[in-house]
């Protein structure tokens, strides 16, 4: 098939690619190298990706309304795996138009690309973030979301009430997937894991927040691109069963899902630091403070309809998967 991933000089997105072109798809991957992180990681990332002849890249904002239209009209897309978007929950208190504008133009973009090229599926970047004040565990998609706690979670609710609305109009299915701590190589410099890591290697206290209270349903990246390849090849559909009566937000009349990726396995903080700990053979200085404005607590995903729909089942142990990461971490640089 002939697949767009956009954000394809992300961390998701560049392993996304290589699954895809490990197994013969075509992959058009476009990103606009924005420098919300180290630009250079983001290119030795694509690096990974140019030597296959399957791949070409293409360097553009998902806002630019123009370009957008032109290249969904030239390429012909199979299929859409959107996730590129502006990251971060702090940063949206600091930056929140860059929100507006790569999550919901730049979305409304990939939306009328896929409606008016007749695109077979488009699956897209949700987030765990949506959950924001549930406080009910685990997370279901069969629960509402109707109170996020960052702009970040806000926009992404909006992506998944968008892409239903194309679903109903233009038949055009969608797949939400809300993403649950995504870790591991070539991961994301503002993370938890990259962030720890460094700071104990370079001798530097690390900032732990909610006195180490929070939970996280951390994932790993191997595990998380084959649930959305998986997600990608079974094309949504409508439910039979859908009651209006009733209406469940994860499913619809229209072909339109959102599922759950995560490892349905919350891992404390402080048990995830000391795998890192462990990985390093080094102790941690620890500065505990309280919760930070737009975060939450604990996040834990229920991932049975993910499973019912793909045989998606995460299988990396978080100590193993952090293993991983350390052991690229000291290899890229050189520590």
Request: glycine fraction near 8%; charge should be negative; include cysteine.
């Amino acid at each position: 098939m002939k697949i767009l991933v956009t954000g394809a000089a992300g961390f998701i997105g560049s392993h996304t690619s290589l699954l895809l072109l490990g197994r013969g798809d075509q992959v058009v991957g476009l990103d606009n190298l924005n420098d919300y992180y180290d630009v250079q990681l983001k290119l030795d990332r694509l690096a990974r990706l140019t030597p296959h002849e399957n791949f070409r890249f293409v360097k553009m904002d998902v806002a630019d309304r123009e370009g957008m239209a032109k290249l969904f009209a030239e390429e012909k897309f199979d299929r859409v795996i959107h996730l590129a978007a502006q990251a971060g929950v702090r940063y949206s208190l600091q930056n929140p138009h860059a929100y507006i504008d790569s999550n919901l133009v730049g979305f409304t973009n990939i939306l009328e690309g896929c409606r008016h090229s007749k695109v077979q599926h488009l699956v897209y970047a949700s987030s765990s973030s949506v959950y924001g004040g549930n406080t009910k565990m685990p997370f279901s998609e069969h629960d509402s979301v109707d109170h996020p706690v960052s702009l970040y979670a806000a926009t992404k609710k909006a992506n998944e009430l968008m892409a239903h609305t194309y679903s109903h109009l233009f038949n055009l299915p969608t797949t939400g997937l809300r993403f649950f701590t995504v870790y591991g190589p070539w991961g994301r410099p503002d993370m938890a894991l990259f962030l720890f890591t460094k700071a104990i290697l370079e001798g530097r206290p690390i900032d732990v927040f909610n006195h180490g209270k929070m939970k996280r349903d951390f994932t790993y990246i191997d595990d998380i691109v084959q649930g959305v390849v998986r997600t990608m090849d079974r094309v949504a559909e409508p439910d039979p069963n859908y009651d209006s009566n009733s209406p469940d937000p994860a499913r619809g009349k229209a072909p339109y899902r959102v599922f759950n990726i995560g490892n349905n396995n919350p891992v404390e903080l402080m048990g995830f630091i000391g795998a890192i700990e462990d990985a390093l053979g080094q102790q941690a200085q620890k500065n505990f403070l309280p919760l930070q404005d737009g975060d939450v607590p604990a996040t834990y995903a229920d991932t049975d309809t993910l499973n019912e729909w793909t045989g998606f089942v995460p299988a990396t142990p978080v100590s193993e998967g952090i293993g991983r990461f350390i052991e690229w971490y000291r290899s890229y640089y050189k520590v």
